[in-house]
């Protein structure tokens, strides 16, 4: 499910949303993540595997949060009708043996497959996809339940097929299918109320139980020795090796790292970059993968300044990419080259458009009417090139970098970092000129959320031609059409300079040896079905 | 009869003490710049579907576009009631958040208190009684010391060398008694400094009075004159600033908290103060205040029984 990240990778929760970016991602070649540990030997069954999170996600209900700290413990826990192999970006079955899309692309046939159940002992069945959906689409429309916005309703054909009915084509409905966000809930979860499902009463058909979540302390997930449905990506078909696992919420990087150091966790998630050097080898290894979706940007507000394509275009050019990731970052993280990661379904090569070229961006600037000033800040009509970059706090080091970065070009970056509050508050009534907004989703349609102009258009984007692409994305039929618009669209916004894109987030965790064949999936979250203590 | 004039007096103080923070918090909350139901909705893992009509939407839902007095109004009678509303981050009970946090905040505070109360006035007791100047110099200089270094980073400290590199106490966590040490140790550390300063402090003024002069005269010795006569003339200002220390120990929970991992009042409070979650950070402060304004009432109930001079007065008569 799409999450937007602030860029530090510390509060999830608060930057969540509308918020900031950053990037959570994963890191390992083509994406999913490969652990290292995997194939040395057989599996054994049993142990606690100890997992030092990052922070408590407040709300555990994969309806209502898409935060990286609930979805880590839930993907565990429910499981959902498709798979998205990480390697391709491909939807496979898993509580949908099979599944077909109508030709005008606005209703998807699921057949289930047999025999499986609920931990509360009630059938995967046709009735309960139903109702799981036809819960979701109450909520408010961000996060799990914006992949239903057109739902027209499901359809129960007999108890084990159903058809998903949209207004309009949806190609980004499928990949949402694979997402814990859309998971399969157990009728009975919806008796509990919306406040009492995130703390954790809400079942599924996942291979772990959550046994108790207790808040900013723990939560604890056992085995269900029963299970036997893992996606059809799984190494192993029935339950899962560990007899328990359990997240702590070990919200101080420092106490997380030396947590993993000395024993206490097998798991540290969350890695600081500069903590990465001290886990590699020596009984450790760090696990990471580039996040799909958008790359954590510079959101460019059309209004004011920016609103000067040649200023925009100033900036994309006057960004050093490899100096940004080599200064702030480590190898486990990538330059931007695209609008999306390269981790993203439909990704394309751009780096050519994202070249560092300081000299150009300067001539931009003086033909745009901005003049070396005093301080080496450029002006126009006596006033200064100042341009407010707005930041939830706290403010992560790789913007210090860029304002440095703009300052050769005479850019006079201003930051502005404000509690999450004042920032969402900020940010809808349009008060700044840059914010980041980065969203983690393996599907391009995240290029819809952001830069469509008909949704929240939060950067004043004028209507385009780029609004027909978006269109075009989201009702392809077929993967050749949606590469085409998916192309046109990134094309375009960097024609346009409509965004200024900086890094590829990673989600970089530290790894025990004693833990193997534990895994990211496609979006960059645990998979913690074939994992085990050796 | 003038006991009894006291008590109430005092209750009544209590009560007012706690009726302000709360008017104080609902004011200063709805001042603050920032759209906490924006954030609420966005905060869920949230899209840019989010519209300006669906904010307006929760924040009639939730009862914020109705005049403020008459938000304060229910606010109030709900509280009187013991009801503190529901959380905007998680629709949680508030009062329900705060009776899981209270016990692991109590454990690691009661610990910390005592610790405190232990330290500080070992310390100053022993910065009056040593006759040695540099060893006297050096443990009255010690309390402030100690009350400039940062919680956060003795935390840290104890946590790499006690828990990490010698593996004695755990670095998270609260799982029984051992996992209470460390916290309470960091938190002791300022409130053992503030006690031993003022106790100290007021040893050293009690011990130039007449009276010890007296005792000094019947050929007493610097310990008995101490500790059968100094310490429980001294022992008011002392008691003042351990009633003081019950209110810094919120604050003191979010920096030790956060250090060791553990579920309390510090962490609620640092999560709701940076989502401006208002009903929370509400809640969190009317039960700091009534826990403040309880310990020191009891507190004030005490002077009469540590000195008669204030039982036949009713109040403290100080030279």
């Not at chain 1, 922070?55 to 993907?75: E, M």
């Not at chain 1, 392809?476 to 046109?488: G, M, P």
């Amino acid at each position: 499910m799409p999450t937007r990240t602030t860029r530090s990778r510390r509060r999830p929760r608060l930057a969540g949303a509308l918020l900031a970016v950053v990037l959570p991602v994963a890191a390992c070649s083509g994406g999913g993540g490969d652990s290292g540990g995997t194939s040395d030997g057989a599996p054994r069954d049993g142990g606690t595997l100890l997992v030092g999170a990052e922070a408590d996600p407040g709300c555990l209900d994969p309806q209502q949060t898409g935060q990286i700290s609930a979805i880590d413990v839930t993907r565990s826990v429910v499981d959902s009708l498709t798979a998205q192999d990480p390697k391709s970006g491909k939807i496979v079955p898993w509580l949908a043996k099979s599944f077909t899309t109508s030709a005008d692309g606005s209703a998807f046939t699921f057949v289930l497959r047999d025999g499986v159940t609920f931990s509360d002992g009630k059938p995967v069945d046709a009735a309960a996809v139903k109702t799981t959906f036809d819960n979701l689409v109450k909520l408010p429309a961000n996060g799990a339940p914006s992949y239903l916005i057109g739902y027209r309703g499901t359809t129960v054909t007999d108890s084990h097929t159903l058809t998903v009915t949209f207004k309009t084509a949806n190609a980004q409905f499928l990949q949402a299918t694979s997402t814990v966000g859309l998971g399969i809930l157990s009728p009975a979860s919806f008796t509990a109320s919306a406040a009492d499902r995130c703390r954790g009463e809400f079942i599924g058909s996942g291979p772990y139980v959550l046994d108790h979540y207790h808040t900013n302390r723990e939560a604890v997930l056992n085995k269900r020795a029963d299970y036997a449905w893992p996606s059809s990506l799984a190494a192993h078909k029935g339950a899962a090796h560990l007899a328990e696992v359990k997240f702590t919420f070990i919200p101080e990087a420092g106490a997380r790292t030396g947590a993993l150091s000395s024993g206490q966790v097998g798991i540290a998630k969350a890695l600081q970059p500069t903590d990465e050097a001290q886990f590699t080898g020596n009984g450790f290894r760090v696990l990471s993968a580039p996040g799909p979706g958008l790359v954590p940007p510079l959101s460019l507000n059309h209004q004011g300044i920016l609103a000067d394509q040649k200023v925009r275009e100033a900036l994309l050019k006057g960004i050093d990419r490899q100096g940004l990731v080599d200064s702030v970052f480590s190898d486990s993280y990538k330059t931007a080259t695209s609008v999306l990661s390269s981790a993203t379904p439909y990704y394309e090569d751009f780096s050519d458009r994202l070249r560092h070229d300081p000299q150009g961006a300067k001539s931009l600037l003086d033909s745009a009417g901005w003049k070396e000033g005093k301080n080496g800040i450029r002006e126009k009509d006596g006033k200064p090139l100042t341009l407010t970059w707005l930041i939830p706090a706290p403010m992560p080091p790789a913007n210090e970098a860029v304002q440095q970065q703009l300052r050769k070009i005479g850019v006079d970056l201003k930051l502005k970092a404000v509690t999450p509050a004042v920032y969402v508050e900020q940010q809808q009534k349009g008060n700044f000129d840059l914010t980041a907004v980065g969203v983690t989703r393996a599907d391009p349609d995240v290029l819809r959320n952001i830069f469509y102009t008909k949704s929240a258009n939060l950067w004043h984007l004028p209507p385009s031609r780029l609004d027909t692409y978006l269109e075009q994305e989201a009702a392809a039929t077929d993967a050749k059409t949606r590469q085409t618009a998916v192309s046109n669209a990134v094309r375009w916004i960097l024609d346009h300079a409509d965004t200024v894109p900086l890094y590829e987030g990673a989600q970089v965790h530290g790894v025990s040896d004693k833990v193997r064949g534990f895994t990211l999936d496609a979006s960059n979250r645990f998979d913690l079905h074939d994992t085990w203590l050796g | 009869m003038h006991t009894a004039l006291h008590a109430a007096t005092r209750t009544l103080r209590a009560v007012f003490v706690v009726w302000a923070a709360f008017t104080l918090t609902f004011v200063a909350l709805r001042l603050l710049p920032g759209d906490p139901v924006a954030l609420m909705l966005s905060g869920r893992g949230g899209f840019a579907e989010l519209t300006p009509q669906q904010v307006a939407q929760a924040r009639t839902d939730l009862g914020f576009d109705r005049p403020l007095i008459v938000q304060y109004g229910s606010a109030l009678a709900g509280a009187l009631h013991g009801d503190l509303g529901a959380s905007l981050q998680t629709g949680q009970p508030v009062s329900r958040m705060i009776a899981d946090a209270i016990p692991p905040t109590l454990q690691v505070g009661t610990l910390a208190l005592l610790l405190a109360l232990a330290l500080g006035t070992l310390l100053g007791v022993a910065a009056n009684l040593t006759a040695i100047p540099l060893l006297r110099q050096l443990l009255r200089s010690l309390p402030s010391f100690a009350v400039s270094l940062p919680s956060f980073w003795v935390g840290l400290v104890l946590i790499q060398f006690l828990s990490f590199r010698w593996h004695l106490f755990p670095s998270l966590g609260d799982s029984g008694f051992d996992s209470v040490i460390l916290p309470a140790c960091t938190m002791a550390i300022p409130g053992a400094a503030l006690v031993a300063q003022v106790l100290g402090k007021s040893l050293h003024t009690t011990l130039q009075e007449p009276y010890a002069d007296t005792v000094r005269a019947t050929g007493a010795g610097r310990a008995r004159l101490l500790f059968r006569h100094g310490l429980r003339n001294a022992a008011i200002p002392a008691a003042t600033v351990a009633g003081m220390l019950v209110g810094s120990l919120i604050g003191g929970a979010v920096v030790v908290e956060t250090v060791f991992s553990r579920p309390g009042m510090g962490r609620i409070t640092q999560s709701a103060v940076s989502a401006q979650d208002l009903p929370v950070v509400q809640g969190v402060v009317v039960v700091a205040a009534l826990a403040f304004a309880v310990v020191n009432l009891l507190i004030d109930l005490m002077y009469p029984l540590l000195d008669p001079r204030i039982r036949a007065t009713g109040r403290l008569v100080t030279a």
